[in-house]
């Protein structure tokens, strides 16, 4: 059935699979990108130890964490536009799918980056205070002894649970079809809704999900094992 | 080289440091001791800035610590620091844990770095060990690689904080021996230990420390030999039973 044309646009039905998969692919790189850079910077701000910055910090996870995602994402798509009129121009203005797209990374790279934040921040902690000081000791200042001894074993202590929130990123990125964009998911029921084949519709998007997954997966496991420390024990059982 | 002048500390209403006054002259070796809490820990690390105080003055070769105008990071990279933990890099080779902050900090070229590292590397008696990772040495080992990177900065002084307490017994002297070496080439140490054999051998000073105050501060014969405050004499009995 998958080879069979779809109604509209000239295509195939697994031509349909494969667009929606692009959009996900590319949310997720996206969003991964942003909620990556953020993350790192909100939570290694937060164990700086200035009390503003850990309050901004402290606020910025809270509220990404404590809204549901569905409603963030409709915040972004529906409310966001109506606070900028530049981008309500934009929005009005441009294909629908670009809109989409952005919101959709947006929704998802802040809410990501609230969660890795908070996973940064762990493992700057769990550190031995002594690493800090003895970085501080040799005369490296505060941003070095950040890039050069704290953050580097912090992001190895923590790839197993990154691991964890990219598979997450990708599998919230089926969220983005409530907003319409054509992703995955959005395929999928749309090849239901035309074929009656729900069963086979999503048993395909299942698939892909689970290879995109594993494959990410298969990534990061690769990453640790490059930048495993020899002779070291990680603190937590792997 | 070192001043320390009525520095007293607090955390939040407990005080840590009461009114301290000592020194280090250029080229003395310094013994602190006393018990556990006594703020051994909190008034070294005050002479390189690493805990801030409250009162008082402090100062390493004229530098004042406390004043907000100080490049506290520049005046800790002339003074070198030895951990109980031995806090090395664990990601960085031993190579790297040497060259690291005469690279980044003294500006140093990687080359110049790796070998003024490795050149203290065999001083420490530790060449063959330059390729491997910190969490593949033994604690002494460790402990003389935390020396030998921060003997890498050409310290004008060193600190150290319990360098030998977190080591099995038959690391100690590996460690000692190298400090022993140190003090008898001039280094101006001022050193947080138990050992009093150490002490005999190179300190010319001997502090006491209790309850955040130095209750003596004595010649090292003045301290091993005549009466001296009941609270150290009991404090050297107990520690010297072992
Ligand atoms: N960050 C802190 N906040 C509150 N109190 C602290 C802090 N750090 C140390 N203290 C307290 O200050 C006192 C002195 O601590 P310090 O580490 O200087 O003692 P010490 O003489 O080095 O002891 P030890 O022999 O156990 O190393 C202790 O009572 C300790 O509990
Ligand atoms: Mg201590």
Same mark, same amino acid.
């Given at each position: 059935?998958?080879?069979?044309?779809?109604?509209?646009?000239?295509?195939?039905?697994?031509?349909?699979?494969?667009?929606?998969?692009?959009?996900?692919?590319?949310?997720?790189?996206?969003?991964?990108?942003?909620?990556?850079?953020? /993350?790192?910077?909100?939570?290694?701000?937060?164990?700086?130890?200035?009390?503003?910055?850990?309050?901004?910090? %402290?606020?910025?996870?809270?509220?990404?964490?404590?809204?549901?995602?569905?409603?963030?994402?409709?915040?972004?798509?529906?409310?966001?536009?109506?606070?900028?009129?530049?981008?309500?121009?934009?929005?009005?203005?441009?294909?629908?799918?670009?809109?989409?797209?952005?919101?959709?990374?947006?929704?998802?790279?802040?809410?990501?980056?609230?969660?890795?934040?908070?996973?940064?921040?762990?493992?700057?902690?769990? *550190?031995?205070? /002594?690493?800090?000081?003895?970085?501080?000791?040799? /005369?490296?200042?505060?941003?070095?002894?950040?890039?050069?001894?704290? #953050?580097?074993?912090?992001?190895?202590?923590?790839?197993?649970?990154?691991?964890?929130?990219?598979? %997450?990123?990708?599998?919230?990125?089926?969220?983005? *079809?409530?907003?319409?964009?054509?992703?995955?998911?959005?395929?999928?029921?749309?090849?239901?809704?035309?074929?009656?084949?729900?069963?086979?519709?999503?048993?395909?998007?299942? #698939?892909?999900?689970?290879?995109?997954?594993?494959?990410? %997966?298969?990534?990061?496991?690769?990453?640790?094992?490059?930048?495993?420390?020899?002779?070291?024990?990680?603190?937590?059982?792997? | 080289?070192?001043?320390?002048?009525?520095?007293?500390?607090?955390?939040?209403?407990?005080?840590?440091?009461? $009114?301290?006054?000592?020194?280090?002259?250029?080229?003395?070796?310094?013994?602190?001791?006393?018990?556990?809490?006594?703020?051994?820990?909190? !008034?070294?690390?005050?002479?390189? $800035? !690493?805990?801030?105080?409250?009162?008082?003055?402090?100062? @390493? =070769? $004229?530098?004042?610590?406390?004043?907000?105008?100080?490049?506290?990071?520049?005046?800790?990279?002339?003074?070198?620091? @030895?951990?109980?933990?031995? +806090? !090395?890099?664990?990601?960085?080779?031993?190579?790297?844990? !040497?060259?690291?902050?005469?690279? &980044?900090?003294?500006?140093?070229?990687?080359? +110049?770095?790796?070998?003024?590292?490795?050149?203290?590397? =065999?001083?420490?008696?530790?060449?063959?060990?330059?390729? &491997?990772?910190? $969490?593949?040495?033994?604690?002494?080992?460790?402990?003389?690689?935390?020396?030998?990177?921060?003997?890498?900065?050409?310290?004008?002084?060193?600190?150290?904080? +319990?360098?030998?307490?977190?080591? =099995?017994?038959?690391?100690?002297?590996?460690?000692?021996?190298?400090?022993?070496?140190?003090?008898?080439?001039?280094?101006?140490?001022?050193?947080?230990?138990?050992?009093?054999?150490?002490?005999?051998?190179?300190?010319?000073?001997?502090?006491?420390? =209790?309850?955040?105050?130095?209750?003596?501060?004595?010649?090292?014969?003045?301290?091993?030999?005549?009466?001296?405050?009941?609270?150290?004499?009991?404090?050297?009995?107990?520690?010297?039973?072992?």
């Amino acid at each position: 059935m998958f080879l069979q044309d779809a109604p509209e646009g000239g295509v195939q039905y697994w031509e349909l699979l494969v667009s929606g998969l692009g959009w996900t692919l590319a949310v997720s790189a996206c969003a991964w990108v942003i909620a990556l850079l953020l /993350g790192s910077a909100i939570g290694t701000l937060r164990t700086t130890h200035r009390a503003w910055v850990t309050r901004v910090g %402290n606020a910025w996870v809270e509220l990404f964490r404590n809204i549901p995602l569905l409603v963030q994402m409709f915040l972004w798509y529906f409310v966001a536009p109506e606070f900028v009129p530049a981008l309500k121009s934009w929005v009005i203005a441009a294909d629908p799918a670009h809109a989409q797209f952005l919101s959709a990374v947006l929704c998802l790279g802040l809410f990501t980056s609230a969660r890795i934040a908070e996973q940064v921040r762990a493992g700057i902690q769990s *550190l031995p205070q /002594g690493q800090r000081l003895a970085g501080m000791a040799l /005369g490296l200042r505060e941003p070095q002894v950040y890039r050069y001894v704290l #953050l580097p074993m912090a992001f190895r202590i923590i790839i197993p649970p990154l691991t964890s929130e990219t598979m %997450n990123l990708i599998k919230n990125s089926s969220i983005a *079809l409530t907003i319409g964009l054509a992703e995955l998911t959005f395929r999928a029921r749309e090849i239901g809704e035309y074929t009656f084949h729900f069963f086979e519709a999503f048993s395909a998007a299942t #698939l892909i999900y689970v290879a995109i997954a594993m494959a990410a %997966n298969r990534v990061m496991a690769l990453v640790e094992r490059r930048t495993a420390v020899p002779g070291y024990i990680a603190h937590g059982a792997k | 080289m070192i001043t320390i002048d009525n520095v007293s500390k607090w955390y939040g209403a407990f005080q840590v440091l009461d $009114g301290c006054t000592t020194g280090v002259q250029k080229g003395d070796v310094v013994v602190v001791c006393g018990p556990s809490g006594s703020g051994k820990s909190t !008034l070294i690390k005050c002479v390189n $800035g !690493l805990e801030p105080f409250q009162q008082g003055d402090i100062t @390493v =070769d $004229g530098i004042p610590v406390g004043s907000p105008g100080t490049d506290l990071p520049k005046l800790r990279s002339r003074v070198g620091m @030895v951990f109980q933990h031995f +806090e !090395l890099f664990p990601h960085l080779s031993i190579t790297q844990n !040497l060259a690291l902050a005469q690279v &980044k900090v003294l500006k140093r070229t990687r080359d +110049e770095a790796v070998e003024r590292g490795l050149k203290l590397l =065999d001083r420490v008696g530790l060449a063959a060990q330059r390729e &491997k990772f910190p $969490g593949q040495l033994s604690g002494g080992q460790q402990q003389r690689v935390a020396i030998a990177r921060a003997l890498s900065m050409d310290p004008i002084c060193m600190l150290f904080d +319990e360098p030998t307490s977190a080591l =099995d017994p038959e690391m100690i002297n590996e460690v000692l021996d190298v400090m022993v070496q140190l003090a008898s080439d001039g280094m101006t140490m001022m050193v947080v230990t138990h050992e009093m054999g150490f002490a005999r051998k190179v300190a010319h000073r001997v502090i006491f420390m =209790d309850h955040g105050r130095i209750v003596e501060d004595a010649t090292k014969d003045d301290f091993f030999g005549k009466p001296h405050s009941e609270r150290a004499q009991q404090f050297l009995a107990k520690i010297l039973q072992h």
